[in-house]
C-alpha cells in the first residue's frame, strides 16, 4: 500500500514534467479558481499572496511568495502530503493524500502558484 501510494506521487510528478503547464492561460484561471473556492482547494482560507489582492485571505499559513522560483515538483509534493514532505507537524490539509484535490486539479493550482513572484 505504501509503495503503492509512493508509485503513484513518482507517476503524477513525472507527469508535470511532459505537460508544460506553465504557458497555459486557462490552466492557471482553473487553478486560481481552486485556490480561492471554498469547496475545492480553499487556499485562500489560510494564505495571502505577495503582490496579489485577494478578496478576504486567512493568515493561518505563510503569505506566499517568490512560488515562480520554486521546482514544480516541490510544489506538488507541498501540496500532496506537507506532512510527509516538510517532515513537521503543519495545519496545512494534504490535499492529494486525503483525495481532496485531483491530479490534474492540483496541477492547475501549481500553474497558479507558479505566477506568484
Ligand atoms: C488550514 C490552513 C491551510 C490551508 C487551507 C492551506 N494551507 Fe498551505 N500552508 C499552511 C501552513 C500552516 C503552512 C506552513 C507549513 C509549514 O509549517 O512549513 C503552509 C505552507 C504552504 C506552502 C509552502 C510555503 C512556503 O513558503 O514555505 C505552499 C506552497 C502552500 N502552503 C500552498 C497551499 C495551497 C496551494 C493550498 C490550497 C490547495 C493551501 N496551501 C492550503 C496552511 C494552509
Redesign the pocket.
Known amino acids: 500500500m505504501k509503495v503503492g501510494k509512493k508509485l503513484l506521487v513518482v507517476s503524477a510528478i513525472s507527469g508535470l514534467l511532459v505537460t508544460n503547464i506553465f504557458a497555459n492561460e486557462d490552466l492557471v484561471k482553473q487553478g486560481e479558481k481552486?485556490?480561492t473556492t471554498n469547496t475545492?482547494?480553499?487556499?485562500?482560507?489560510?494564505?495571502a499572496i505577495s503582490g496579489k489582492t485577494l478578496d478576504g485571505p486567512?493568515s493561518?499559513?505563510?503569505t506566499?511568495?517568490?512560488?515562480s522560483y520554486?521546482p514544480e515538483e516541490e510544489?506538488y509534493k507541498?501540496?500532496y502530503d506537507?506532512y510527509n514532505t516538510?517532515g513537521?507537524?503543519?495545519?496545512?490539509?494534504a490535499?492529494g493524500k486525503s483525495g481532496?484535490?485531483s491530479d490534474s486539479e492540483?496541477k492547475a493550482?501549481?500553474a497558479?502558484?507558479k505566477t506568484i513572484n
Open positions: 481552486i485556490f475545492k482547494g480553499n487556499c485562500i482560507a489560510c494564505h486567512g493561518f499559513g505563510p506566499l511568495s517568490g512560488l520554486w510544489l507541498v501540496i506537507p516538510r513537521k507537524i503543519t495545519a496545512m490539509p490535499f481532496w484535490l492540483i493550482v501549481i497558479f502558484l
